[in-house]
């Protein structure tokens, strides 16, 4: 175990999990890098514009009904609450959830608070808010210029817990901590588990379900009623009495390995809740997996057996058939690595050939200290050793790869990513739902959806024409790793 | 008429090593000389100027932005003996924000203002905290705001180690229009080793010093009446060092690049002089810093 709650802050991927943004090569030699004390990272002698990590932590906590975000940075760090204000409050009313008690706020620093410091603006803040929206928690977020200056949260968070009676709790998502925007998923839960959940007062049947949006939550609540317990999809969407529980619960998943790890390991690490490593549920294998592992730590293997079978003797003839129209597809992906692996073993098994893959980062092991189950499973099943390339969403180093591949489509996570395949004329999917794939019936949907997408190419080929590229034909004539130094500097 | 020339000075040095009351006292000795000076404080504790008006703090420029982005000059321009104009930059509480950001923005916000043009000054005079710990320090010696640097350092090792610091930053600004080194104000000079480490400190680096200032009671004593020696004294024989130092640095135009030592090469040199300083306390006379 590496997850360290007893320290104030979650450690960065680069150090705790060995985590990469620059690497290319193909899958195995990436697998065969990661068993020798690498894989090691390669730094870019230029890089666009990325994420800050803050925007995943700040992004995901701000989903919580009943909690505020006060972001303690400039207004301009804050812009993740334009982006969620919106999606917060659509995804609440879709399930007649009250957020009236959750907002995010920034402290607005400015120069004059850079010089001298300003934790006692911080402490204003946290205390108007919770006199206007009476939260049930506060999340503050730390930022670039908090963090050079030292701003004191942890102290300021104490006093004004004693003072309000409610959790404040500091998220340490400093944007020079680290080029993995994912650290911020880990520095958010840090800031769950050591603030808001509770020890268990008593046993309940609910399984922690770490997942994004819950866009499959009526679905997998049927399923799970089969084996006796209930879902609580975290953390969107959940109140912090809900979090508070956590540690009462009978396991935890999630749908993506690189969002699940930190609080999967630490629920376990510090209240023994089982952390079920599998597959996530993407495809056939997917499911079986995800299920599976469950089933073994409810004891009701039987169950889950008989409701995959059911699956597979519904969907199973259908996906063969459409199989045989995607068999020979050439496509390449880019998304972040447990959703790339997950999605890249589901194509593979609709017959569709992975040419080349780019993931956002790479995990080489999840705080289990074991490699990610999707990506194992790629290692020993793959039929090519397709070509990887690791980059923090590098969006020249993409268009050149779908410049050179040109595959048949191309398959996003982001919806500014898809659009780019477009441009050159490529037909993209962006599956924005993370339960796009989630199991046989999934699976089903998305071999018509992708059936669909290289059949009807008019819109893409339409906008190609149109589009005029802001790279150069020089760009397109280097390999995509052009800007990779080629001394490697190890930073695990 | 073409507009005149400023001139800028930046003083550095380790913390207590005499650099306020050497600043103070260089000030007030242009001021007597006819200059229009102006002395501009970058400590967090804003007392550089103490001594140029009586012992009394004033307020600061960081204290006014607080209220505003823009300086008024009479909220943060004194003046003190002699008409000497005095400023502090201010700073945050101890253990809170960051100081050098503050002079960042205190020195910006006085430059912004072009307050140096109107007041017609000769000389500004930055008296600068401690060592060059980050890049809110090296202010004064970047973009051209001094044009020379002279940095107080007694004979300790600590003292030169700062010293030698302050050359690194020099260097290192020295391609990009940044402040030069005029050279080193030597203080605390009485012992004969102590003139000898220095003198071979500056041969080591490529520098010179500028003056020797001895250790003195009357200066002390003139601080705690809240006084420069200047003021104070102005007949002793310390006053007149500081009148020469004055003149020195008045006449002085070439400043150059220092070439500090590296890590492994300072402490070589400081080996080298602990084994000359037991070999004159043991009474082993082997070399003229024995001071025979």
Request: net charge negative; glycine share 8%.
């Given at each position: 175990?590496?997850?360290?709650?007893?320290?104030?802050?979650?450690?960065?991927?680069?150090?705790?999990?060995?985590?990469?943004?620059?690497?290319?090569?193909?899958?195995?030699?990436?697998?065969?890098?990661?068993?020798c004390?690498?894989?090691?990272?390669?730094?870019?002698?230029?890089?666009?514009?990325?994420?800050?990590?803050?925007?995943?932590?700040?992004?995901?906590?701000?989903?919580?009904?009943?909690a505020?975000?006060?972001?303690?940075?400039?207004s301009?760090?804050?812009?993740?609450?334009?982006?969620?204000?919106?999606?917060t409050?659509?995804?609440?009313?879709?399930?007649?959830l009250?957020?009236?008690?959750?907002?995010?706020?920034?402290?607005?620093?400015?120069?004059?608070?850079?010089?001298f410091?300003?934790?006692?603006?911080?402490?204003?803040?946290?205390?108007?808010?919770?006199?206007?929206?009476q939260?049930?928690?506060?999340?503050?977020?730390?930022?670039?210029?908090?963090?050079?200056i030292?701003?004191?949260?942890?102290?300021?968070?104490r006093?004004l817990?004693?003072?309000?009676?409610?959790?404040?709790?500091?998220?340490?998502?400093?944007?020079?901590?680290?080029?993995?925007?994912?650290?911020?998923?880990?520095?958010?839960?840090?800031?769950?588990?050591?603030?808001?959940?509770?020890?268990?007062q008593?046993?309940?049947?609910?399984?922690?379900?770490?997942?994004?949006?819950?866009?499959?939550?009526?679905?997998?609540?049927?399923?799970?009623?089969?084996?006796?317990?209930?879902?609580?999809?975290?953390?969107?969407?959940?109140?912090?009495?809900?979090?508070?529980?956590?540690?009462?619960?009978?396991?935890?998943?999630?749908?993506c390995?690189?969002?699940?790890?930190?609080?999967?390991?630490?629920?376990?690490?510090?209240?023994?809740?089982?952390?079920?490593?599998?597959?996530?549920?993407?495809?056939?294998?997917?499911?079986?997996?995800w299920?599976?592992?469950?089933?073994?730590?409810?004891?009701?293997?039987?169950?889950?057996?008989?409701?995959?079978a059911?699956?597979?003797e519904?969907?199973?003839?259908?996906?063969?058939?459409?199989?045989?129209k995607?068999?020979?597809?050439?496509?390449?992906?880019?998304?972040?690595?447990?959703?790339?692996?997950?999605?890249?073993?589901?194509?593979?098994?609709?017959?569709?050939?992975?040419?080349?893959?780019?993931?956002?980062?790479?995990?080489?092991?999840?705080?289990?200290?074991?490699?990610?189950?999707?990506?194992?499973?790629?290692?020993e099943?793959?039929?090519?050793?397709?070509?990887?390339s690791?980059s923090?969403?590098?969006?020249?180093?993409?268009?050149?790869?779908?410049?050179?591949?040109?595959?048949?489509?191309?398959?996003?996570?982001?919806?500014?990513?898809?659009?780019?395949a477009?441009?050159?004329?490529?037909?993209?999917?962006?599956?924005?739902?993370?339960?796009?794939?989630?199991?046989?019936?999934?699976?089903?949907?998305?071999?018509?959806a992708?059936?669909?997408?290289?059949?009807?190419?008019?819109?893409?080929?339409?906008?190609?024409?149109?589009?005029?590229?802001?790279?150069?034909?020089?760009?397109?004539?280097q390999?995509?790793?052009?800007?990779?130094?080629?001394?490697?500097?190890?930073?695990? | 008429?073409?507009?005149?020339?400023?001139?800028?000075?930046?003083?550095?040095g380790?913390?207590?090593?005499?650099?306020?009351?050497?600043?103070?006292?260089?000030?007030?000795?242009?001021?007597?000389?006819?200059?229009?000076?102006?002395?501009?404080?970058?400590?967090?504790?804003?007392?550089?100027?103490?001594?140029?008006?009586?012992?009394?703090?004033?307020?600061?420029?960081?204290?006014?932005?607080?209220?505003?982005?823009?300086?008024?000059?009479?909220?943060?321009?004194?003046?003190?003996?002699?008409?000497?104009?005095?400023?502090?930059?201010?700073?945050?509480?101890?253990?809170?924000?960051?100081?050098?950001?503050?002079?960042?923005?205190?020195?910006?916000?006085?430059?912004?203002?072009?307050?140096?043009?109107?007041?017609?000054?000769?000389?500004?005079?930055?008296?600068?905290?401690?060592?060059?710990?980050?890049?809110?320090?090296?202010?004064p010696?970047?973009e051209?705001?001094?044009?020379?640097?002279?940095?107080?350092?007694?004979?300790?090792?600590?003292?030169v180690?700062?010293?030698?610091?302050?050359?690194?930053?020099?260097q290192?600004?020295?391609?990009?229009?940044?402040?030069l080194?005029?050279?080193?104000?030597?203080?605390?000079?009485?012992?004969?080793?102590?003139k000898?480490?220095?003198?071979?400190?500056?041969a080591?680096?490529q520098?010179?010093?500028?003056?020797?200032?001895?250790?003195?009671?009357?200066?002390?004593?003139s601080?705690?009446?809240?006084?420069?020696?200047?003021?104070?004294?102005p007949?002793?024989?310390?006053?007149?060092?500081?009148?020469?130092?004055?003149?020195?640095?008045?006449?002085?135009?070439?400043?150059?690049?220092?070439?500090?030592?590296?890590?492994?090469?300072?402490?070589?040199?400081?080996?080298?002089?602990?084994?000359?300083?037991?070999a004159?306390?043991?009474?082993?006379?082997?070399?003229?810093?024995?001071?025979?």
């Amino acid at each position: 175990m590496v997850v360290n709650l007893k320290s104030h802050q979650s450690e960065n991927r680069e150090s705790r999990l060995g985590s990469i943004t620059g690497y290319n090569g193909t899958l195995r030699d990436l697998h065969t890098q990661s068993g020798c004390g690498g894989p090691q990272n390669k730094e870019r002698c230029f890089s666009q514009a990325s994420l800050c990590n803050a925007a995943c932590a700040l992004g995901l906590t701000s989903f919580i009904v009943d909690a505020v975000i006060v972001q303690h940075s400039p207004s301009g760090c804050a812009v993740t609450a334009m982006t969620v204000s919106n999606a917060t409050d659509q995804l609440a009313a879709t399930i007649n959830l009250d957020n009236s008690k959750s907002a995010y706020v920034c402290t607005d620093m400015n120069e004059a608070d850079t010089v001298f410091g300003a934790t006692e603006n911080l402490r204003k803040v946290i205390i108007e808010i919770h006199k206007r929206y009476q939260p049930k928690a506060v999340f503050i977020g730390a930022s670039c210029v908090s963090g050079v200056i030292g701003e004191d949260l942890e102290s300021i968070a104490r006093e004004l817990h004693e003072e309000l009676g409610i959790p404040i709790a500091p998220i340490h998502c400093e944007g020079f901590r680290t080029k993995i925007w994912a650290s911020g998923f880990d520095a958010a839960f840090h800031a769950i588990i050591n603030h808001i959940v509770k020890p268990p007062q008593k046993k309940t049947n609910i399984v922690n379900v770490i997942n994004f949006f819950g866009g499959a939550r009526k679905e997998i609540t049927e399923i799970f009623s089969r084996f006796g317990v209930e879902p609580l999809f975290i953390i969107t969407n959940t109140t912090v009495e809900q979090l508070s529980k956590l540690s009462e619960s009978v396991a935890t998943m999630s749908t993506c390995g690189t969002l699940g790890t930190y609080l999967g390991s630490g629920l376990e690490e510090a209240y023994g809740v089982p952390y079920i490593r599998s597959l996530q549920p993407h495809g056939m294998a997917g499911i079986e997996s995800w299920l599976g592992e469950l089933g073994k730590v409810l004891h009701k293997e039987k169950e889950v057996a008989e409701y995959l079978a059911e699956e597979k003797e519904k969907y199973l003839p259908k996906i063969l058939e459409a199989k045989k129209k995607l068999t020979g597809l050439k496509a390449v992906i880019g998304m972040g690595p447990a959703f790339n692996f997950n999605t890249t073993r589901a194509l593979q098994e609709l017959g569709i050939e992975i040419e080349y893959s780019a993931a956002w980062h790479f995990d080489k092991q999840y705080d289990d200290s074991k490699a990610p189950n999707a990506f194992q499973y790629l290692v020993e099943n793959s039929p090519n050793n397709y070509k990887m390339s690791v980059s923090d969403l590098q969006n020249n180093e993409l268009l050149n790869i779908l410049n050179t591949v040109k595959p048949d489509i191309f398959f996003a996570r982001h919806t500014g990513s898809a659009v780019w395949a477009m441009k050159l004329g490529i037909p993209a999917i962006c599956l924005y739902d993370e339960y796009a794939v989630f199991g046989y019936k999934g699976l089903y949907n998305f071999a018509n959806a992708i059936l669909d997408s290289v059949t009807n190419r008019s819109f893409t080929e339409n906008l190609a024409k149109r589009v005029k590229l802001p790279y150069t034909d020089w760009w397109f004539k280097q390999n995509s790793d052009y800007f990779l130094k080629k001394e490697e500097v190890n930073n695990a | 008429m073409a507009e005149k020339k400023v001139k800028q000075i930046a003083i550095y040095g380790k913390g207590g090593i005499g650099k306020s009351t050497t600043t103070s006292n260089l000030t007030a000795a242009l001021s007597l000389a006819g200059y229009k000076v102006m002395q501009f404080g970058c400590d967090p504790k804003s007392d550089s100027t103490n001594t140029l008006r009586g012992g009394t703090y004033i307020p600061t420029v960081l204290d006014s932005l607080r209220e505003s982005t823009i300086v008024k000059p009479h909220e943060v321009i004194y003046t003190g003996f002699n008409g000497v104009y005095c400023v502090e930059a201010g700073g945050p509480a101890p253990g809170v924000g960051c100081a050098g950001r503050g002079i960042i923005t205190a020195v910006e916000l006085l430059k912004k203002g072009r307050i140096f043009e109107e007041l017609d000054l000769d000389y500004v005079i930055y008296d600068v905290l401690g060592d060059v710990v980050c890049g809110g320090f090296a202010m004064p010696i970047r973009e051209g705001i001094a044009e020379h640097v002279f940095t107080v350092s007694s004979a300790d090792f600590m003292a030169v180690y700062a010293a030698n610091n302050l050359f690194k930053g020099i260097q290192k600004y020295s391609n990009s229009g940044g402040a030069l080194l005029g050279g080193v104000i030597a203080n605390s000079i009485n012992a004969p080793y102590a003139k000898d480490i220095i003198d071979d400190f500056v041969a080591q680096t490529q520098t010179q010093v500028i003056e020797y200032i001895p250790r003195s009671v009357t200066v002390t004593q003139s601080e705690l009446q809240g006084k420069t020696t200047l003021e104070a004294a102005p007949n002793s024989a310390q006053a007149q060092v500081y009148k020469r130092l004055a003149e020195k640095i008045a006449a002085h135009t070439q400043s150059k690049t220092p070439k500090p030592l590296d890590v492994k090469e300072l402490r070589d040199w400081a080996a080298k002089w602990g084994d000359n300083l037991l070999a004159l306390e043991t009474g082993e006379i082997r070399s003229e810093a024995a001071g025979i």
